[in-house]
């Protein structure tokens, strides 16, 4: 009897520290996931790299079907979001400059980003 | 003998105080339930991340973010970034062989249906052309592919009415119904290529010319040059644009840019004209008086037809 109850108990509290270390210490990397699963760097990096297409191509339709594949609630205001964010860390001016010209072509262009229009450029469509 | 000076027995395991626990229940029962724990966490029902690397996502999203990447190179022209980020993709072998690969399944599909997905598609074979990979892309959709433009209506001929059926013994209502009028169809067209065909690339070796590249764009005629038309080079890691006719002792079509030795060099009309298929190398070479000089090459551009 006290060996089943010490196994029963054990076996609980070794069930709680498996599930810690597989959930939490050391999870599965799986694969096969979504875009929408990226982590933030690398869903600012595609948005930048979707934005150097608009610049290129001005196909603010493609673009934003593009940026869909992120599931994103609000692609225009992400757009705004990064830009800004961008614009505040100082990142690299070719890539604010691209993200603040997809921005003004959702229509979204803030104070903050005028100083980064390109204003030679034509207008988006 | 008394009882005294005889040793104590050792105390046996009947009269030694009993522990409330089994420690092997407890041994067995952790390394069974964390096996357990971790088996169902790993296995059945494994957590969902939030905040994945490229390498991690499913095969439509490695071709999105594959696209992208390459569309940020054909606007930025930096090859060292994009192969980067092709990098964490972590496709098995090549990065630049992994982009042909993902092109291959995308012309095969109905990505190149679409304005952008040609275009996307177009850039990524660019990209890893000129870096000398090969992918069924390429015959698939061709490098020289470029946006669509404009629509033609095609009009079919308007067919002749169907005639009835011989009456047979049986009577039976006449069916005078005319073949419905054609559909109109609209195709969409290929815009014009380029501009600008590239007509010969030469190169000489000479002190006075060392490690140049001399580009000359001409009108139709061959023999008009174009002055403020702008040419770029570029470079793993950088690109330089210059103009034509700012050498007014040159002419209107003539630009130049001084190359560094050992860097291989793309050029192109950006706009208007397609690079060159190869990459131009500043290499060494020896001019017909004996001295050491880099190469130089001659780029002709010519308006095209």
Request: proline share 7%; hydrophobic share 40%; aromatic share 8%.
């Amino acid at each position: 009897m006290r060996f089943l109850i010490s196994l029963l108990v054990a076996l609980i509290i070794g069930a709680g520290v498996g599930l810690y270390l597989g959930w939490v210490q050391f999870p599965a990397q799986v694969i096969d996931n979504p875009m929408s699963n990226l982590d933030a760097r690398y869903q600012d990096e595609y948005t930048v790299m979707i934005a150097y297409g608009f610049l290129a191509d001005r196909n603010l339709a493609s673009a934003l079907e593009r940026l869909q594949r992120l599931d994103l609630e609000n692609a225009a205001l992400t757009i705004q979001e990064t830009a800004e964010r961008y614009i505040s860390s100082s990142r690299t001016v070719e890539d604010i400059r691209a993200l603040v010209t997809l921005a003004e072509g959702v229509g979204r262009l803030t104070p903050l980003m005028e100083p980064y229009r390109l204003v030679n450029e034509s207008s988006p469509s | 003998m008394s009882d005294a000076a005889a040793p104590r027995p050792a105390r046996s395991r009947y009269e030694r105080p009993r522990r409330p626990f089994s420690v092997l229940g407890i041994i067995l029962g952790l390394i069974l339930g964390v096996g357990a724990g971790l088996g169902y966490a790993w296995g059945i029902a494994p957590m969902e991340q939030s905040n994945i690397a490229p390498w991690q996502l499913d095969a439509e999203g490695r071709a999105s973010y594959t696209v992208a990447i390459a569309l940020a190179y054909g606007q930025d022209g930096d090859l060292g970034h994009a192969i980067e980020r092709l990098v964490a993709l972590r496709f098995p072998g090549d990065p630049i062989q992994g982009m042909a690969d993902i092109a291959c399944q995308l012309a095969s599909t109905g990505y190149a249906n679409s304005t952008s997905g040609l275009d996307a598609l177009v850039t990524m074979i660019r990209l890893y052309q000129l870096q000398g990979r090969a992918g069924c892309a390429d015959q698939i959709i061709g490098a020289n592919s470029s946006q669509s433009g404009g629509v033609v209506t095609i009009d079919l001929p308007t067919p002749t009415t169907t005639l009835t059926p011989p009456p047979s013994k049986t009577p039976t209502p006449l069916n005078n119904r005319p073949t419905p009028t054609a559909l109109l169809f609209i195709v969409p067209t290929q815009a014009p290529q380029n501009a600008f065909d590239l007509i010969s690339v030469t190169t000489n070796c000479s002190l006075g010319q060392s490690g140049l590249i001399m580009v000359d764009v001409y009108q139709l005629n061959g023999s008009t040059g174009i002055p403020g038309m702008e040419i770029r080079a570029r470079w793993s890691g950088g690109e330089s644009r210059f103009f034509t006719g700012l050498k007014s002792e040159r002419g209107d079509s003539y630009a130049d840019f001084t190359m560094a030795s050992g860097i291989d060099y793309i050029i192109d009309m950006p706009g208007r004209a397609d690079p060159i298929r190869q990459p131009l190398s500043a290499v060494p070479c020896t001019t017909p008086n004996g001295e050491q000089a880099v190469i130089a090459y001659r780029v002709l551009f010519r308006a095209a037809e």
